[in-house]
């Protein structure tokens, strides 16, 4: 509003709230200018400044800002000493090595006298690839400079030693004495010594080979279509005396290609055609096992269950024991099963161990099993009582004796086996009252199911690893406002014996870095807990108002929230920096929960950013610096596909949106993962919740940004020009980055960053955006 208390001359004009005067006089005149909210003083401003600090919380920057953040131990023969490694801010390693029994920790050798004796120049980093330590010969074997060595410890000199230059062919026996190979596809042995080559196979065609796996075309990227040879599927037997590979039957399966339009080798895009079964699909691939007999080299086709590939590469899934059996998975389609089986060579005898079935599906994520054929058993993971536990069966048949665990948690990592003493040691997230129920703890638990004792009980994340003789573990844990500590603990009773390392982050602690606030908000059903982290930039100001962005990423086979201080991995903070606060937050359908919480999933993927949106509203309202009339949201694969979905299905409360790689149809997506949450065959509901649907397309009012590589080999460009007609068909606005030679990660590019940097900059924050900001770090 502009008031002018004078006679104002001719040619005098307004415009958003500036006086403009073109006469050539004034007479005597009092002006009183009132702020506009279009434009003005209160228009946001950001400045290469900031776009200089965003850029300086990159991941791949803050990484260069700290260290040691944990120790990774490397255990020495099958006792509990280790060695580990610390480098400082030059970049030089230096070497410790830890005797648990004392606690003692004390350099792993006199590291300037190694030095000299490796005529190191102080120069260059110091850095060494240590492959063996026997603190009994006191010896030491690394590679420094592209050359091996032995070193003596007593006197910490070193001296060269011979390179073995007798390297095994790829896929070679335990033995070293015969080695698989393929040919116009079909499977030869060779003799390794006489170098004799024995064909076995003579029916193998592109569509029913034998041994290939279904190849990603990016492994030909730099030099194109067919510069690569396929990797093979080969399984030998540990007494070397059989082979295991596949034939896979792909004749009816679908292609799709991908079309490299830039490239250094002239000026015809090159074609990429590769097999890639879709969601929905009548045919995908299906593979039979193929036993070779070395000493008759017979070829027998096992009589198993066909082994459905759903993706890239080969059919089977399974691994050999010492008892000299095969044992693998086989999945039906949708993953409503899942089976275990072992192979016996000697008769090719195909055995059902044990299985678990669901109307919805098996996770395939979280399944595993470990067998133990000297005790005639088998572990098996299964979710059948609400939360993914532990069972012991009778490996011989298939009887269940016990379930392993004993608590309302979800086990999330085998770390040892005490086989003598029959502990269990794992890792398990929940069933602790008032903490986050994703944070880890380390138990260990008899395998009869009794004496089960939480060993880390601290508050935070916790990653151990055991010690071989099952003594002592390493402890590292943090969460994400804690810096890590490393703990070396007994496994009697989980206490501290001493710290390890010295974690260092006063670089970026000098910054002004703060770490991100951690949230916990209720469900629309006002009982189920929902927890994030909230990013917010290191000028941040509790008295101003800032826009909201969803950093979303709603996959049903995980959760995607750091809980370690990890967290600064993510992109949140530096996006934070240009005035924003930043969500990142797990909703209802997400891994690692109870049973119910994932089963929201289920037929339901649309639905993901639903439990973001109320969680969004309810910070908002304890928080008045959180402006909910300005809510943004990104995501990359599902995450893009979030991101359309939520522009659509909450477009009024969704402004702005960056997908990138989404699948916005998952028909045009892989068989396994799609099929897994929404069922097969396709249904109403699969055309209800695609982001191609037209009545979906129509609700958009927001700005919608669409980002996809040319080469992205995981989810094709296919599915955002599709969804780019489909705008065009409603006549909607919206923009379209294609990324000439880049794959599924845009994160790799500096330049999709700015963009979404700036796009977020100028449409949410109403700020005029950096031009063409250059990045400077880590070039």
Known sequence: MIIVDCIICEGAMVRNAVLLLTCASLGACSIVVEKDSAAGANKPQVTEADYQRAEMYLPKNVKNMVRNLAVEPNWIGKGNHFWFSEKDKAGNQSYYKVIPESGTVAPLFDHQKVKASLSHDDKDNFSLAIQEVDLTANSLAISYQKQTYTCDLKVSSCQKTDKDTDEKPAYSSPDGKYSLSMKDWNIYLTDNASKETVQLTFDGTEGYPYAVRNESPKRSYAKGPGSTEPRLSVYWAPNSKTVLTHRMNREKVGKLHLIQASHEDGLRPRLYSYYYPLAGDKHTPEGDIISVDVASKKVTKVAAPKL?????????????????????????????????????????????????????????????????????????????????????????????????????????????????????????????????????????????????????????????????????????????????????????????????????????????????????????????????????????????????????????????????????????????????????????????????????????????????????????????????????????????????????????????????????????????????????????????????????????????????????????????????????????????????????FLNDSDYFIRKRWDYFVEHLLGAEPVKEYQFQLNK
């Open 308 to 744: 459905l590939q759903t993706y890239y590469g080969g059919p089977i899934w399974g691994w050999w024991e010492d008892n000299n059996r095969f044992y693998f998975y086989e999945q039906a389609r949708a993953k409503k099963r899942m089976s275990f089986h072992e192979y016996n060579p000697e008769n090719h005898k195909v055995r059902l161990v044990v299985e678990d079935t669901s109307e919805q599906f098996i996770d395939p994520w979280a399944q595993d099993a470990w067998v133990l054929p000297e005790s005639d058993e088998i572990i098996w993971t299964s979710q059948r009582d609400g939360n993914q536990q532990y069972y012991l069966y009778e490996l011989s048949t298939g009887k269940l004796k016990n379930k392993i665990t004993q608590c309302q948690c979800y086990v999330r990592v085998y770390r040892a086996l005490d086989k003598e003493k029959r502990e269990l040691y794992f890792e398990a997230s929940g069933g602790i009252d008032g903490r986050d129920p994703y944070f880890r703890h380390l138990y260990k638990v008899n395998l009869d199911g009794t004496n089960q004792q939480l060993l880390t009980p601290e508050p935070l994340e916790h990653s151990t690893r055991i010690s071989p003789d099952f003594n002592y573990f390493v402890d590292i844990a943090s969460d994400a406002q804690t810096v890590p500590a490393t703990k070396l603990r007994s496994t009697i009773d989980g206490k501290v014996i001493t710290t390890l390392g010295t974690p260092d982050v006063t670089e970026l602690m000098a910054t002004g870095w703060q770490p991100p606030e951690p949230f916990e908000v209720l469900a629309d059903d006002g009982k189920t807990k929902l927890y994030g982290l909230m990013y917010k930039p290191s000028n941040f100001d509790a008295n101003k108002q800032y826009p909201v962005i969803d950093a979303t990423y709603t996959g049903p086979h995980g959760f995607f929230t750091p809980k370690s201080f990890w967290t600064y991995f993510q992109q949140a903070q530096s996006l934070a920096e240009l005035g924003f606060v930043v969500i990142k937050m797990d909703g209802r359908g997400t891994s690692k929960r109870d049973r119910d919480f994932h089963l929201v999933a289920y037929k339901n993927l649309a639905g993901g950013v639903d439990d973001h949106v109320d969680a969004i509203k309810s910070l908002a309202s304890k928080h008045s610096y959180l402006d909910v009339n300005r809510v943004g949201i990104f995501g990359f694969s599902a995450g893009g596909y979030d991101t359309a979905q939520a522009m659509f299905r909450h477009a009024d409360f969704f402004k702005v949106g960056v997908a990138a790689s989404g699948n916005h149809d998952f028909r045009t997506d892989k068989t396994g993962w799609n099929e897994t949450w929404l069922g097969y065959p396709v249904a109403k509901h699969w055309d209800e919740q695609t982001n191609l649907n037209p009545e979906s397309v129509a609700k958009l009012k927001g700005k919608l940004l669409l980002a996809h590589g040319e080469l992205d080999d995981n989810v094709n460009p296919a599915a955002t020009i599709q969804l780019v007609d489909k705008l065009i068909q409603a006549n909607k606005d919206f923009d379209l980055m294609i990324y000439p030679n880049l794959d599924h």
